[in-house]
């Protein structure tokens, strides 16, 4: 847990995550691209549980929602059971060495990939196989380049 | 310090979600909050174009003089070639028009289309969807067909005040109406997820159809307007045993790459659905006239 943090910061890089999600990334890659806003929920309930919780992460889901243009609801539930697991593990989450934490983040984004998947087969999508855990993955690899990124502006400017 | 209240929330939040995803997917409930929300995102979905924007800014800037003229020399080329091409289309236009009065078919009117930019892509790799930075505000309405300038790209989605969503054909749950522009067959177009390639379903295999032929949109269903080009057939296989061919076409719009896109607003279709709304309300009063002595 940080001592400050920096709600300039909080804001910014959720604004960032969100255009992130949304632009132009090399087509070929496309779906390699890493779950920005699920990286950001995690980061700042892991950091700040007593001010980012479940119900905030369910309102970022929401927007995350309309901008892939989902049904309403099923990032928001994703992300609010993202941070209600991390909720659960902040505390042993601190003591994990780096490459612990990034197995952790891939588990945690990859339930929140598979639940969304899941609802959106129950609604009538195609089965896509494995492919949709590709995001966690390559969150799992960005996981330590945002975790130090935002500790060292939030020491900065907290 | 969060206690026992992590997972109450946690089951308010599912609950609500449920509830949410219930109201959207079954019975389209919230249309409205979903637009107003994008209405709200849309800094968000301009922000994402910015880098995009800067590249051919920074691009333009660096362009010389004697690039400049040549390319104005080309499309000053290509601006001739057209208008002949146009002279000779208003002339065609104007001879089919008179064939069509003396069959007594209903006369074709011109398209009236605006232009739009892609401004982002849809997040989900799954579906095949880019955002538009045309909305409900220029008068954009869902359903409406998107071309680029090659051929049929797709349509709208959903609108928001600034912005519009557009499935393209290419999208696992897309299909268009389509005929062979060589003889006029008829078959439904269906995307399989696959930006590069579409499939021709339900061709019988004594079909005239060959490989390199032009399919262009026929129309019917009525949400794709006539006579637009939207893939070419790449290839065909014949399985003895089967009784359909299979067919897969590349469609003609550059979907991964266009930039700039039209919007087509089909001014006969609006008029046909009135005449059919007017001719319904004189039927109705008909009715009522015989009923009330």
Same mark, same amino acid.
């Not at chain 1, 999508?125 to 855990?133: E, P, V």
């Given at each position: 847990m940080l001592s400050v943090i920096s709600y300039p910061v909080f804001g910014i890089s959720i604004i960032l995550s969100l255009v992130l999600s949304i632009s132009l990334f090399p087509l070929g890659w496309f779906e390699f691209r890493p779950e920005w806003l699920g990286l950001m929920v995690f980061y700042w309930t892991f950091r700040a549980p007593a001010q980012f919780g479940i119900l905030l992460a369910w309102c970022l889901g929401l927007l995350l929602d309309v901008l892939e243009a989902t049904p309403l609801g099923v990032n928001a539930m994703a992300m609010g059971l993202v941070a209600f697991l991390v909720l659960t593990i902040h505390q042993r989450l601190r003591m994990f060495p780096m490459p612990q934490q990034c197995l952790m983040v891939f588990l945690l984004l990859g339930i929140n990939q598979m639940l969304v998947h899941f609802i959106k087969q129950v609604l009538g =999508?195609?089965? =896509? #196989?494995? #492919?949709?855990?590709w995001p966690a993955l390559t969150s799992a690899v960005v996981w330590p380049f945002i975790c130090v990124l935002l500790d060292n502006l939030n020491r900065k400017l907290g | 310090m969060q206690g026992p209240i992590p997972g109450f929330r946690l089951f308010l939040v599912i609950v609500l979600s449920i509830a949410l995803v219930v109201l959207d997917a079954r019975f389209g409930k919230l249309d409205t909050v979903r637009s107003s929300l994008g209405t709200s995102l849309s800094p968000v979905v301009w922000l994402g174009s910015v880098p995009d924007e800067l590249t051919t800014w920074v691009k333009s800037l660096f362009i010389t003089r004697d690039d400049l003229q040549a390319e104005n020399e080309t499309l000053q080329a290509r601006l001739l070639i057209l208008e002949r091409r146009a002279l000779k289309y208003a002339a065609l236009s104007a001879e089919n028009s008179r064939l069509r009065e003396l069959l007594n078919a209903s006369g074709v009117l011109d398209d009236r289309v605006i232009v739009a930019e892609i401004v982002g892509v849809s997040p989900d790799p799954f579906s095949h969807e880019v955002i538009i930075n045309k909305g409900s505000r220029d008068g954009v309405q869902v359903g409406q067909a998107i071309l680029d300038a090659f051929g049929l790209m797709g349509q709208v989605l959903s609108t928001s005040s600034f912005t519009s969503r557009v499935l393209l054909i290419s999208d696992s749950s897309h299909a268009v109406p389509v005929e062979v522009n060589r003889n006029g067959l008829r078959a439904i177009l269906l995307g399989n997820g696959d930006i590069n390639n579409l499939e021709l379903v339900h061709v019988p295999d004594t079909a005239d159809i060959r490989e390199g032929d032009m399919l262009v949109s026929s129309g019917l269903g009525g949400r794709f307007p006539k006579g637009y080009p939207v893939a070419e057939v790449a290839s065909i296989e014949k399985e003895p045993g089967e009784q359909f061919i299979r067919i897969s076409a590349k469609p003609r719009a550059h979907l991964s790459r266009s930039q700039m896109v039209l919007i087509v607003f089909q001014a006969n279709v609006e008029r046909r659905e009135e005449r059919l709304n007017d001719n319904l309300s004189d039927s109705d009063t008909d009715i009522d006239a015989v009923g009330s002595p």
């Open positions: =999508a195609d089965n =896509a #196989g494995f #492919g949709y855990l | -």
